[in-house]
């Protein structure tokens, strides 16, 4: 049944085609006839083959939509922006990701969550394992979440923060809300690259600003703002991604000024900030809120599972915000956001987060020597968090490593998918996390001599 279906799929069993006879199917496959039998009886009562007596059996399948990954590996697939996600979200469990994104999960609080899911399955409130969320997300979770941002250095009450299904959720939101097809938006260069793949998806226009250890180029992020009037500009500035470098003080203060004088609005993605030893400079709390939107989640840390992220913002933008979030996704999940809240507030949860950063802190170290033994360099040493920008030796493409080490069983995170300039095909982004197993570096060295 499966290499019928196979066939088919590949375009290589047309509709009418003759199938082989049981006799010779029993004989090539070395099973019973009456296994066959059954078999194409099963086909034939689903509509994909059918008999004609004295005859035999034929396609009936209409002709299959022309598959790419039916007729080649996914490697070749254009490497672009979506590319690093499918192939770590589609990988089997046997691939190697030290491209990906997220810690594995044997790095996730099994026992906090756990002991949450036990916790809500007994609850006698039937509302929250039936009902939908309210609009603005679980009263109690924006509590605790505001109480955190006070903590941090600046003021967001529970009616300024709106619960999402995810930080990319969040972000869709604030984008539908604040900009149109067309607009300009500023990114880094190399930034996340699903930012990258939203902004296209919302039609915008995106232009990149070279990033530096300390934040974004002021100077060229100057001349962007002049040259292209932007909308918004979005960033990481605890832990960067893919670079791991942390927004200094100085360019933040700098970066805010240039953002009043040219009406820039900023989306702030904190979504590392449990990660942090040192709290990196933060646009939202020097701001207040008021040009600047904060975003974050928890499937970095806590669980990809059940999606839950959340926007602070101004009163006004919250407001319509919510209203969107209704129109898109009608209400909040609230199953996941109780969840969340239940794990955010226990005592193991923190427990977890000090030992998982020093876990984080012997990966990067560990994963930054084997590198370097390799020929890879790191751009900057990390304060802390799971990703590692390295620069690969001269004339590498990081996007033909990329596929010969896919054909190996192995996901990377090619420089040029970060990258709206096309400029880091030199880079390469690795998550320390996922780098525990000694085959990943044997098969990046066999790639880069293959891509030499």
Same mark, same amino acid.
């Given at each position: 049944? *499966?290499?019928?279906?196979?066939?088919?799929?590949?375009?290589?069993?047309?509709?009418?085609?003759?199938?082989?006879?049981?006799?010779?199917?029993? !004989?090539?496959?070395?099973?019973?006839?009456?296994?066959?039998?059954?078999?194409?009886?099963?086909?034939?009562?689903?509509?994909? *083959?059918?008999?004609?007596?004295?005859?035999?059996?034929?396609?009936?399948?209409?002709?299959?939509?022309?598959?790419?990954?039916?007729?080649?590996?996914?490697?070749?697939?254009?490497?672009?922006?979506?590319?690093?996600?499918?192939?770590?979200?589609?990988?089997?469990?046997?691939?190697?990701?030290?491209? %990906?994104?997220?810690?594995?999960?044997?790095?996730?609080?099994?026992?906090?969550?756990?002991?949450?899911?036990?916790?809500?399955?007994?609850?006698?409130?039937?509302?929250?394992?039936?009902?939908?969320?309210?609009?603005?997300?679980?009263?109690?979770?924006?509590?605790?979440?505001?109480?955190?941002?006070?903590?941090?250095? +600046?003021?967001?009450?529970?009616?300024?923060?709106?619960?999402?299904?995810?930080?990319?959720?969040?972000?869709?939101?604030?984008?539908?809300?604040?900009?149109?097809?067309?607009?300009?938006?500023?990114?880094?260069?190399? %930034?996340?690259?699903?930012?990258?793949?939203?902004?296209?998806?919302?039609?915008?226009?995106?232009?990149?600003?070279?990033?530096?250890?300390?934040?974004?180029?002021?100077?060229? +992020?100057?001349?962007?703002?002049?040259?292209?009037?932007?909308?918004?500009?979005?960033?990481?500035?605890?832990?960067?991604?893919?670079?791991?470098?942390?927004?200094?003080?100085?360019?933040?203060?700098?970066?805010?000024?240039?953002?009043?004088?040219?009406?820039?609005?900023?989306?702030?993605?904190?979504?590392?900030?449990?990660?942090?030893?040192?709290?990196?400079?933060?646009?939202?709390?020097?701001?207040?809120?008021?040009?600047?939107?904060?975003?974050?989640?928890?499937?970095?840390?806590?669980?990809?599972?059940?999606?839950?992220?959340?926007?602070?913002?101004?009163?006004?933008? *919250?407001?319509?915000?919510?209203?969107?979030?209704?129109?898109?996704? +009608?209400?909040? %999940?609230?199953?996941?956001?109780?969840?969340? +809240?239940?794990?955010?507030?226990?005592?193991?949860?923190?427990?977890?987060?000090?030992?998982?950063?020093?876990?984080?802190? !012997?990966?990067?170290?560990?994963?930054?020597?084997?590198?370097?033994?390799?020929?890879?360099?790191?751009?900057?040493?990390?304060?802390?968090?799971?990703?590692?920008?390295?620069?690969?030796?001269?004339?590498?493409?990081?996007?033909?490593?990329?596929?010969?080490?896919?054909?190996?069983?192995?996901?990377?995170?090619?420089?040029?998918?970060?990258?709206?300039?096309?400029?880091?095909?030199?880079?390469? !982004?690795?998550?320390?996390?996922? %780098?525990?197993?000694?085959? =990943?570096?044997?098969? =990046?060295?066999?790639?880069?001599?293959?891509?030499?």
């Amino acid at each position: 049944m *499966i290499s019928i279906r196979g066939q088919i799929a590949r375009r290589s069993l047309t509709p009418g085609a003759k199938l082989p006879s049981i006799r010779a199917v029993a !004989r090539t496959m070395q099973v019973s006839k009456s296994t066959v039998v059954e078999a194409y009886d099963r086909l034939a009562a689903e509509g994909v *083959i059918r008999s004609r007596p004295g005859s035999g059996f034929y396609s009936a399948a209409p002709l299959a939509p022309l598959s790419l990954t039916e007729l080649a590996p996914r490697l070749d697939r254009a490497i672009d922006p979506f590319w690093v996600s499918r192939q770590s979200l589609e990988a089997k469990d046997e691939v190697l990701k030290p491209g %990906c994104g997220w810690l594995p999960s044997a790095w996730m609080p099994e026992a906090e969550t756990r002991r949450a899911l036990r916790s809500l399955a007994r609850t006698k409130d039937m509302a929250a394992l039936t009902d939908y969320g309210t609009p603005l997300g679980l009263a109690s979770l924006r509590q605790f979440l505001s109480r955190r941002m006070a903590e941090q250095g +600046f003021e967001a009450r529970p009616d300024q923060i709106l619960l999402t299904d995810s930080g990319t959720q969040a972000i869709d939101l604030v984008c539908r809300l604040l900009i149109q097809p067309g607009d300009v938006v500023l990114v880094d260069d190399p %930034c996340y690259f699903n930012f990258l793949a939203l902004l296209r998806a919302q039609q915008a226009r995106v232009v990149g600003v070279p990033y530096t250890p300390s934040g974004p180029n002021l100077d060229l +992020f100057e001349q962007a703002l002049a040259r292209h009037r932007p909308r918004l500009y979005i960033t990481n500035s605890g832990l960067h991604n893919p670079t791991g470098a942390s927004l200094s003080a100085g360019t933040a203060h700098k970066l805010l000024k240039l953002a009043e004088d040219h009406d820039l609005i900023v989306i702030e993605d904190d979504i590392f900030a449990d990660f942090e030893i040192e709290s990196a400079a933060r646009l939202a709390v020097l701001d207040g809120l008021d040009r600047v939107v904060r975003i974050g989640s928890f499937s970095k840390t806590l669980s990809a599972a059940f999606r839950c992220g959340y926007i602070a913002a101004r009163p006004d933008w *919250i407001d319509n915000l919510t209203d969107l979030r209704i129109a898109t996704g +009608f209400a909040s %999940c609230r199953l996941s956001e109780e969840l969340v +809240f239940s794990v955010l507030g226990s005592s193991g949860y923190r427990k977890y987060l000090e030992a998982l950063r020093m876990r984080l802190g !012997r990966a990067m170290l560990g994963t930054a020597a084997r590198l370097q033994s390799l020929g890879l360099e790191p751009w900057v040493t990390p304060k802390a968090g799971m990703l590692l920008w390295c620069k690969l030796s001269d004339g590498l493409d990081a996007a033909d490593v990329a596929r010969y080490a896919l054909n190996e069983g192995v996901v990377l995170a090619p420089g040029n998918v970060f990258s709206a300039s096309q400029t880091a095909s030199g880079f390469m !982004r690795f998550n320390v996390a996922q %780098c525990v197993d000694d085959r =990943i570096f044997a098969v =990046i060295e066999k790639a880069m001599r293959q891509a030499a």
